[in-house]
């Protein structure tokens, strides 16, 4: 009997399918993978043999991009599926997409879409474990991993932090799966927002702490995540202009100031300079921004190590 987290062949659909043990144990192994890519030759042949196909249906650069490398870094074949230039385009179902990459060997799907519940469908059609890398306003969990995991390699224990996310709420999957995962690990989470972009459920669902007030929301906060404005996902005119969003909501020296003093300056990004972070909080030496990127190839370098069962 052994009581090591079972990983072999499961998807990552959301953090809330992971208890915090098994969050931590995938943690631990992109520290490992984080070691990997410090080396002068970064690759390694635990994956050799193994394929892995990024089926990004909505579009993404880094995401993408991040998945690529990672299974590289593992010596994993890659197959990079990018809707514009494909079958769908010409109105091909997912389903029968699906069915055609899994003719080709595919091992593992790391899948973006617009609809949520697509990653569901994706292991659903083909049998093969899915990892999401965003499905609309629903989830992405390999964000999240690797915020948290960007935060405890600079502070050690999540419990008894104090986190505040700061944005469009309403429209983030980023801040849901981030939620579900910290509040695991023992976290103490505060959103912020306008009233328009805030979801009533969020503290019933997910036990955070909702704030209308920037001040307040970052009072003694050890953690402060600015969120993109999401202006694609904006239609229905909930906010009257982002110069109104700026003044009450921007990061910048004098708003950060009543978080404490040291504390991490995170975003997931892409950002939106001077909308939502002012560049002088951005690249101060507070942010960890550049290193959730880096530590974001760790991250989807563990799972997929995890998931495919690699050999070291």
């Given at each position: 009997?052994?009581?090591?987290?079972?990983?072999?062949?499961r998807?990552?659909?959301?953090?809330?399918?992971?208890?915090?043990?098994?969050?931590?144990?995938?943690?631990?192994?992109?520290?490992?993978?984080?070691?990997?890519?410090?080396?002068?030759?970064?690759?390694?042949?635990?994956?050799?043999?193994?394929?892995?196909?990024?089926?990004f249906?909505?579009?993404?650069?880094r995401?993408?991009?991040?998945?690529?490398?990672?299974?590289?870094?593992l010596?994993?074949?890659?197959?990079?599926?990018?809707?514009?230039?494909?079958?769908?385009?010409?109105?091909?179902?997912?389903?029968?997409t699906?069915?055609?990459?899994?003719a080709?060997?595919?091992?593992?799907?790391?899948?973006?879409?617009?609809?949520?519940?697509?990653?569901?469908?994706?292991?659903?059609?083909?049998?093969?474990?899915?990892?999401?890398?965003?499905d609309?306003?629903?989830?992405h969990?390999?964000?999240?991993?690797?915020?948290?995991?960007?935060?405890?390699?600079?502070?050690?224990?999540?419990r008894?932090?104090?986190i505040?996310?700061?944005?469009?709420?309403?429209?983030?999957?980023?801040?849901?799966?981030?939620?579900i995962?910290?509040?695991?690990?023992?976290?103490?989470?505060?959103?912020?927002?306008?009233?328009t972009?805030?979801?009533?459920?969020?503290?019933?669902v997910?036990?955070?702490?909702?704030?209308y007030d920037?001040?307040?929301?970052?009072?003694?906060?050890?953690?402060?995540?600015?969120?993109?404005?999401?202006?694609?996902?904006?239609?229905?005119?909930?906010?009257?202009s982002?110069?109104?969003?700026?003044?009450?909501?921007?990061?910048?020296?004098?708003?950060?100031?009543?978080?404490?003093?040291?504390?991490?300056?995170?975003?997931?990004?892409?950002?939106?300079?001077?909308?939502?972070?002012?560049?002088?909080?951005?690249?101060?030496?507070?942010?960890?921004?550049?290193?959730?990127?880096?530590?974001?190839v760790?991250?989807?370098?563990?799972?997929m190590?995890?998931?495919?069962?690699?050999?070291?």
């Amino acid at each position: 009997m052994t009581n090591t987290p079972q990983f072999l062949g499961r998807s990552v659909f959301d953090l809330d399918d992971y208890s915090a043990a098994e969050i931590m144990y995938i943690l631990e192994a992109a520290k490992g993978m984080k070691e990997i890519n410090l080396r002068e030759y970064k690759k390694i042949p635990t994956l050799r043999g193994k394929t892995i196909c990024t089926l990004f249906i909505e579009n993404s650069t880094r995401t993408r991009m991040s998945f690529e490398l990672a299974a590289s870094r593992l010596s994993a074949d890659v197959v990079s599926f990018q809707a514009n230039i494909s079958a769908l385009s010409k109105g091909e179902s997912l389903q029968d997409t699906v069915y055609t990459l899994d003719a080709m060997g595919i091992d593992l799907y790391c899948i973006r879409h617009s609809s949520p519940g697509s990653p569901q469908l994706v292991h659903k059609y083909s049998g093969k474990p899915v990892i999401n890398g965003g499905d609309g306003r629903h989830a992405h969990p390999t964000q999240a991993l690797l915020d948290i995991f960007s935060i405890w390699e600079k502070l050690g224990d999540i419990r008894g932090l104090k986190i505040t996310i700061v944005g469009d709420i309403l429209n983030s999957r980023v801040v849901r799966s981030n939620l579900i995962g910290m509040r695991k690990l023992g976290a103490e989470v505060t959103v912020c927002g306008p009233r328009t972009l805030m979801p009533s459920y969020m503290e019933e669902v997910y036990g955070c702490k909702v704030q209308y007030d920037l001040q307040t929301a970052l009072q003694d906060a050890d953690v402060v995540m600015g969120l993109r404005m999401q202006l694609e996902r904006q239609t229905e005119g909930l906010f009257p202009s982002l110069e109104e969003y700026t003044k009450h909501y921007v990061l910048s020296k004098h708003t950060i100031r009543y978080a404490k003093k040291d504390a991490l300056i995170m975003h997931p990004g892409p950002m939106n300079r001077g909308i939502e972070i002012l560049p002088e909080i951005a690249d101060s030496q507070q942010s960890i921004i550049v290193e959730q990127v880096a530590n974001g190839v760790a991250v989807r370098m563990a799972l997929m190590f995890l998931i495919l069962g690699g050999k070291v």
